[in-house]
């Protein structure tokens, strides 16, 4: 059973374009994060949100905690080539210690 | 400073042999994770270190699987009797401290091909 489901699985957009990720859970969790990992390289953390309905912005990148704390989105504006990669979202379950538990996973391709 | 190295990179193995995974965490992090990445369950967790003790164990599949760590530093994760099915990228992280305000580096993995 996958505890976050991320979607959509994968994404191929032009350059300019906007697209948003989602990151869904029927559990709530007490923090969540999104990384981006490229290939042969470990997940870099890209943001942390902790309170239900925080927003936070990264340049081009707006992140979204659901007010209930069991859901995300990851918006980004205006997508580059660098923003190719895999976006992971996880999350710290309340009570669940310090394991991370990771989302499914979005593959971005962004083309020029 | 130095990132969270792991070694080997690459790992090719027959079935049945044992193998051993290293992790070398940011000097003075404290909290120190294995997760295993795999196409088909994504990214989980295994094993987590506060000092040389695991508190949580939860993740690892079976009892061929163990780790250790050492002064507090290096980990090493041993696979027995390795099946095709642990084929995978093993990685690690390091953070100061345990807890889900730390933020959690990653190293660049280990490639575990097991034929």
């Known amino acids: 059973t996958q505890l976050l489901e991320q979607s959509p699985q994968f994404l191929s957009i032009q350059e300019g374009e906007n697209l948003t990720v989602y990151c869904n859970s029927s559990?709530?969790?007490?923090?969540l994060q999104w990384y981006r990992q490229e290939p042969g390289e470990g997940p870099v953390l890209l943001v942390t949100v902790v309170t239900g309905g925080e927003v936070k912005k990264l340049k081009r990148l707006t992140f979204q905690f659901g007010d209930a704390r069991k859901d995300s989105s990851l918006h980004i504006t205006a997508a580059q080539p660098g923003d190719t990669g895999l976006y992971l979202c996880a999350g710290s379950l309340t009570g669940g210690g310090n394991k991370l538990t990771f989302g499914t996973g979005t593959q971005l391709k962004v083309e020029l | 400073g130095a990132g969270v190295s792991q070694s080997p990179s690459n790992k090719v193995t027959e079935k049945g042999k044992d193998v051993e995974l290293r992790c070398d965490p940011i000097s003075g992090h404290t909290a120190l994770y294995w997760y295993r990445q795999s196409l088909g369950q994504g990214l989980e967790f295994l094993i987590y270190f506060q000092g040389n003790s695991a508190p949580d164990k939860s993740g690892l599949p079976s009892d061929r699987f163990s780790a250790e760590r050492t002064g507090g530093s290096v980990s090493t994760l041993t696979i027995q009797r390795t099946q095709q099915e642990d084929s995978a990228v093993y990685l690690c992280?390091?953070?100061?401290?345990?807890?889900?305000?730390?933020?959690?580096?990653f190293g660049p993995g280990t490639r575990l091909t097991v034929t």
């Open positions: 992280a390091s953070s100061l401290s345990s807890g889900a305000a730390y933020e959690q580096y």
């Open positions: 559990s709530v969790f007490s923090s």
